[in-house]
């Protein structure tokens, strides 16, 4: 989806737990076509950020627009995916793989839930794309990890959304799994959609992402990789130089 409208827009957004700042001031903005990387530590506000896109949290201040509407509306039209840290599933629960990535259509469907050609075609798709097509079958707890993982982007892929939200997708996966997840991202990136994806890994940000935020709360820096990542940066937000953060 284009239009003069950019993919992400969060203006000035502020969020509290309670008593606890989570966000502060927050404003990102994000175009078409874009594969933006979300870094900081653990409780820097990456998550937060996430449900707040989602429309999952409602900020004390601020405003938040996808293609220029309000995240209840965009998620309606089936414009935004989220894949989340970890996944509330009962592993032992008897669901296959391609009932997962079918969950993706679900609203494609009608009020029956029945599939249709086009459903089935997405999925396999899909499936195809993040290397699953031979698990298609299998049960979804006896996969590995990094099986797991690109089980759940693929349902985000066969939604079909132009504005993805990945939170950690790397976190516990092998390295094939890894370096499947980053060609789905640069493809998907490549076909239109925009991406912000969560990571803590530093040094493989360049690689695959076109932008990064740097997040402590509030916005630390915003730019190309290489203009983010500097030492005085990241000693702000991580308390490490470049070197550390490379490791």
Request: hydrophobic letters at 40%; glycine letters at 12%.
């Amino acid at each position: 989806m284009t239009g003069s409208a950019p993919a992400l827009s969060v203006r000035g957004v502020t969020v509290r737990y309670d008593d606890v700042l989570a966000l502060d001031d927050v404003t990102v903005e994000i175009g078409h076509g874009t594969v933006c990387g979300l870094l900081g530590t653990n409780g820097s506000g990456k998550s937060t950020l996430f449900k707040t896109v989602t429309g999952m949290l409602a900020p004390e201040r601020g405003s938040v627009l996808v293609h220029g509407m309000p995240p209840a509306r965009a998620r309606r039209r089936g414009l935004l995916g989220y894949v989340p840290q970890s996944e509330q599933v009962d592993w032992a629960f008897p669901v296959r793989v391609v009932d997962v990535v079918m969950m993706g259509r679900y609203g494609h469907m009608g009020p029956t839930r029945r599939p249709r050609e086009a459903d089935r075609a997405a999925v396999a798709e899909a499936l195809e794309r993040t290397d699953l097509a031979g698990l298609a079958h299998r049960q979804i707890g006896a996969l590995s990890g990094g099986q797991r993982k690109r089980a759940f982007v693929a349902r985000g892929i066969a939604q079909g959304a132009s504005l993805f939200l990945l939170d950690e997708p790397f976190a516990g996966v092998d390295k094939r799994s890894e370096a499947t997840i980053v060609e789905v991202l640069r493809a998907m990136r490549d076909a239109g959609a925009t991406l912000l994806v969560s990571t803590h890994d530093l040094a493989g940000v360049a690689g695959f992402c076109d932008e990064a935020v740097l997040l402590q709360r509030h916005v630390v820096a915003r730019g190309t990789p290489e203009d983010v990542l500097t030492p005085e940066r990241l000693l702000r937000a991580f308390g490490l130089d470049e070197r550390e953060g490379a490791r």
